[in-house]
Nanobody, 123 residues
Framework: QLQLVESGGRLVQAGGSLRLSCAASGRTFSTYAMGWFRQAPGEEREFVATISWTGRTTYYPDSVKGRFTISRDNGKHTVSLQMNSLKPEDPAVYSC????????????????WGQGTQVTVSS
């Protein structure tokens, strides 16, 4: 079982950068693929990024490709999301999640979720 806690969300200007972190407790962290999702008010949860358990493979949707980078440190049990060139459409609650699937892009493939951290972008 994993417990996930996100941090790093805050107000940032459009065009700026932000780095989110997710700390995991649980000895099996390195056996899970990890992902980031976001959800804005009144919107569906949206897939943002995923990384394999080794960290060697990542996958992004077109909406964030080239701007966001997911990474992980299995020794520290953390996964991060570096967000650059933030846009007015990026504000949301960002959540990390853990999955037993390979590069999962659907929220239904994830087993454990954090509470989320709020990202706000000012124009």
């Amino acid at each position: 079982q994993l417990q996930l806690v996100e941090s790093g969300g805050r107000l940032v200007q459009a065009g700026g950068s932000l780095r989110l972190s997710c700390a995991a407790s649980g000895r099996t962290f390195s056996t899970y693929a990890m992902g980031w999702f976001r959800q804005a008010p009144g919107e569906e949860r949206e897939f943002v990024a995923t990384i394999s358990w080794t960290g060697r493979t990542t996958y992004y949707p077109d909406s964030v490709k080239g701007r966001f980078t997911i990474s992980r440190d299995n020794g520290k049990h953390t996964v991060s999301l570096q967000m650059n060139s933030l846009k007015p459409e990026d504000p949301a609650v960002y959540s990390c999640a853990a999955s037993r699937s390979a590069l999962p892009a659907s929220e239904y493939q994830y087993n454990y979720w954090g509470q989320g951290t709020q990202v706000t972008v000012s124009s």
